[in-house]
């Protein structure tokens, strides 16, 4: 029998979940009997809890498809947010930022089942938020936060912020898929999509990773150049570890591919530390590295 198809969520987002809720139990236990301010930051909160809603339906994440059964086993999937706040030892204050005007009157209504934790929500844009947020004086405070868009609405002038505070450890979830449906075959991408990917990487030699090019005679003898596409998995993760090794001191090496039911890569787990001390840097890798195990 076949199954009906839902979108959004898969066993990859129990996946996600797991890897960043590990990190932040290790990261807290690690610092419990430091005086740093811990603080955790989800930038693309939701409400809390895994949604499964047809309204999510983003055309270019139609491919976000996962059986029946899959669905139900998620619907009952607690989300970072909330996942966050039941961390043992927990967080000093918490930051959750969205930018849809309900799912943060959702995340308000947190503060009342968990009235021991500091909880503010922050309604608009991500980028904006962070921007805002990392300018303030991060001297004594540590901090975890968590990227995970519908899309590729992380700028990397975001995350150049966050490597600048010397004090934010991110997890990033990285949409692969998304990026390789823009990277046409023939390498023919119109400018408005290219603006969008050189946003992501945070530089446009991209298409000397992610393209080829070679020449070839044509039937009337003549050289042709033909462009091939070269990027896939492999690649694109090589690529993007390197870009965020110029930002950040400490990236993981091992980031999760996490795939959909049928085996189709997704999205790319990223984590990477921008405190720049040896001991740090040692620590939040030793935890990242393990949570991330061997992928
Ligand atoms: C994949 S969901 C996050 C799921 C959440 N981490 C969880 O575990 O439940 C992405 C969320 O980001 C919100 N969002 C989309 N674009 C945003 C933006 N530019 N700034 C802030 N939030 C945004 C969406 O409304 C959605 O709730």
Known sequence: MRSRKKTFGGSWTAEKLACVRDYLIGFNLALRNQSFERVYIDAF???GYVELRQEDKHRQYSFLEVTESEAEAEAFLKGSALQALEVDPPFHRFIFI?????????????????????IETLKGDANVRLTGLCSE????????CFLDPFGMAVSWDTLEV???THSIDVWYLFPL???????????DIGAPLRKRLTKLFGANDWEDH????????????????????????????????ERLRTLFPAVARNPK??????GTPLFLLFFAASNPSPKAKRLALRIAENVLGSS
């Not at 004086?137 to 975890?144: E, H, M, S």
């Open 45 to 47: 909160a939701g409400t």
């Open 98 to 118: 969205e930018k849809s005007p309900r799912r943060a009157k959702e995340l308000q209504q947190l503060q009342a089942s968990h009235p021991h934790r500091r």
């Open 137 to 144: 004086r991060w001297q004594g405070r540590r901090a975890v």
């Open 162 to 164: 966050i490597a600048e």
């Open 177 to 187: 898929m998304g990026v390789t449906r823009l990277l046409r075959n023939d390498g």
């Open 210 to 241: 992610f393209y080829s090019t070679f020449t070839q005679g044509s039937l009337f003898g003549d050289d042709v150049e033909l462009i091939q596409k070269t990027a896939g998995v492999k690649r694109i993760r090589a690529y993007f570890l």
């Open 257 to 262: 591919l996490l795939c959909n039911a049928r």
